[in-house]
């Protein structure tokens, strides 16, 4: 079974400031994918980003990029220029290749806040 | 128009009380899914099904049974509500094949409280 953790329960920053969100995760597969959701206070469930793991070349998606290092096991988000929109739970989920396997398994999430 | 719908967007019920969550999709997707929040404890997954006559059980299926009427119809149940199934609760779908297959769509989830 597949494991994620995300070991920052809360995190404030400034607007315009650098925040990353970590997230490290178990697996004894070599295929899979990696997201990022966005959880705002709407509660609906938004995908921030993707990462295949096969693909060395980190995801980026505007102003938001993930460092994705496969050894480690680690995937982490960076959001740049963060903006009062961004406050929100963010959510680290794993699935397997192999279409779509048995559904997602996420992390507990990490509640970030966007200060003006 | 959502493309993924899910009916009551909130309820409140009393244990032991008969609950029925339905989920729709207008996607075409034949992966329907269901998960459930917790405060702290991210989504979890209780049933998914591949299509029609397949529904496999998830993390945590004890408890809740699903129903696939159709390929875009996906209803979860609770037979006898008890408290601790207050959550809120997801219902997503994801294509068979074709980019992006992996990526999976959420409704807006159902607010269910168990008195």
């Known amino acids: 079974a597949q494991t994620v953790t995300q070991s920052q329960p809360e995190m404030s920053v400034q607007e315009a400031e650098t925040v990353t969100l970590s997230c490290t995760y178990d697996?004894?597969?070599?295929?899979?994918?990696l997201f990022w959701y966005k959880q705002p206070p709407s509660r609906q469930m938004i995908l921030v980003i993707r990462?295949?793991?096969?693909?060395?070349q980190n995801a980026t998606e505007n102003r938001f990029s993930v460092n994705f290092q496969k050894a480690a096991k680690s995937f982490s988000l960076k959001i740049s220029d963060s903006q009062l929109g961004d406050t929100a739970m963010y959510f680290c989920a794993f699935l397997l290749s192999g279409g779509g396997a048995d559904g997602l398994t996420f992390g507990k999430g990490t509640h970030l806040i966007i200060q003006p | 128009d959502a493309d993924v719908t899910q009916t009551p967007r909130n309820r409140i019920t009393k244990t032991g009380k008969r609950i029925m969550l339905e989920c729709s999709q207008t996607k075409g997707h034949d992966r329907m899914y269901w998960y459930r929040q917790d405060p702290g404890l991210g989504l979890r997954l209780i049933y998914y099904?591949?299509?029609?006559?397949?529904?496999n059980k998830g993390e945590i299926s004890d408890g809740y049974s699903v129903s696939r009427q159709a390929q875009a119809k996906f209803s979860l149940s609770l037979e006898s509500a008890i408290p601790n199934q207050t959550a809120l609760y997801f219902c997503a779908t994801s294509a068979l094949e074709g980019e992006p297959y992996n990526e999976q769509f959420f409704g807006p989830g159902t607010r269910l409280t168990v008195l």
């Open positions: 990462q295949e793991a096969y693909k060395q």
């Open positions: 099904s591949f299509d029609v006559k397949d529904i």
């Open positions: 697996t004894s597969e070599s295929n899979y994918y």
